[in-house]
């Protein structure tokens, strides 16, 4: 499924768009080890001035902020979710999100894709982004 092109994906102007009004970031799966991409995108991320939101199954805080073990911990509002979870867990990450009835973005990282999950979140009204690097996406703009 990590090969698929994605069938549903935002464009430039969306993207742009997207950074310009999303202030909350839930970050799916970010790591507490500075090495890894989801600890570099989130810290480049917070720099750039988003709220960033740690979604990690341990620890208290990563990156000064207080870690949730799921979306549905979290008690105020989420713009955005960015996933660095395998893509199988998009389906139960998609509709944690229809369920919140607050994030207005769905952004799978460099390499994940599930297109149906994808087309869940879309259906219900979301922006989605696959295969794409938010850090990398917004140094582009």
Not at 112 to 120: G, I, M, S
């Amino acid at each position: 499924m990590e090969c698929e092109f994605p069938t549903v994906n935002s464009n430039k102007e969306e993207i742009k768009e997207i950074f310009d009004s999303v202030k909350t970031i839930a970050v799916l799966g970010l790591s507490p080890d500075p090495s890894k991409a989801s600890h570099r995108v989130a810290k480049y991320l917070q720099e750039a001035g988003y709220k960033i939101v740690p979604v990690y199954p341990k620890g208290d805080e990563i990156l000064g902020e207080k870690v949730y073990r799921s979306l549905k911990e979290i008690p105020f509002e989420v713009d955005m979710v960015d996933i660095f979870r395998k893509p199988a867990a998009f389906d139960a990450i998609a509709d944690a999100c229809i369920e919140r009835g607050d994030v207005k973005v769905f952004w799978g990282q460099l390499g994940l894709v599930n297109n149906a999950a994808a087309e869940k979140a879309k259906n219900a009204g979301m922006k989605v982004v696959q295969n794409l690097c938010a850090m990398v996406a917004h140094k582009e703009l």
